[in-house]
């Protein structure tokens, strides 16, 4: 049997408050293997944007986490800090619900897409600019090189939403985690953007983890559902 790129097995996420403490995840369990794509469905509160920040280790000091969470056969709970940095940055890409709340406003675009190929990668940044230029044209941005020296207030939600998903497959992941990238877009704006991402992904062969509150949506785009209720899978 071929081993998932990403298994999440009995996982517990437990915040500790100050008189208490209260369980937020309780035994989630999945598999994604290479190339698929799994909608992870359920109301607000049910734990889906919990899930993808135990995934990546990015949750609050005062939260607890057991159980495994395996990206291709490596523990991400047993990460040294210079590994975990290497797997945020290169093996699994976020897309977020806001994107204006992920990029700094005083930067502009070109900066935010190319800071890490030069720093992280050793490309100059004539070569920097010009693979940020080929990828937002693949994203469907127009005029690419004008904005690379635009500021993210100049852009639109669904630009700015192409943006990002650009800056998340020029580091190459080989998972995406994307936590309701189109809530915070017009209906217009949403079906390109999920459009975008299915297009993408099928063409580098990545793997997806689709957070949504949408069945309808999920089930177009992803290969398989998982519907979670109160910190757990039940479906």
Do not use: W
């Amino acid at each position: 049997m071929t081993r998932p790129l990403l298994r999440v097995d009995d996982v517990h996420a437990t915040v500790h408050l100050r008189r208490s403490r209260q369980t937020l995840l309780n035994g989630v369990s999945f598999e994604i293997g290479e190339g698929e794509a799994l909608g992870l469905v359920g109301e607000s509160g049910s734990g889906k944007s919990l899930t993808t920040r135990a995934i990546t280790r990015m949750l609050d000091p005062n939260f607890t986490v057991t159980g495994a969470i395996e990206f291709d056969g490596t523990s991400v709970l047993g990460m040294s800090p210079s590994a975990l940095r290497r797997y945020r940055q290169t093996d699994v890409g976020m897309i977020f619900q806001d994107p204006r709340a992920h990029v700094n406003p005083v930067h502009k675009v070109g900066d935010f897409l190319t800071e890490v190929l030069v720093r992280d990668r050793g490309l100059d940044q004539r070569e920097a600019d010009r693979r940020a230029v080929a990828l937002l044209d693949e994203v469907g941005v127009r005029n690419p090189e004008s904005r690379l020296g635009q500021y993210p207030h100049e852009l639109s939600g669904g630009l700015l939403q192409r943006v990002m998903i650009a800056s998340v497959l020029l580091a190459e992941p080989k998972l995406i985690l994307a936590d309701e990238p189109t809530t915070a877009l017009d209906v217009t704006a949403q079906s390109d953007v999920m459009a975008i991402i299915e297009e993408q992904r099928k063409a580098r062969g990545l793997s997806l983890l689709f957070i949504t509150h949408d069945l309808e949506l999920a089930a177009a785009c992803c290969d398989r559902i998982a519907v979670m209720y109160a910190g757990e899978i039940v479906e």
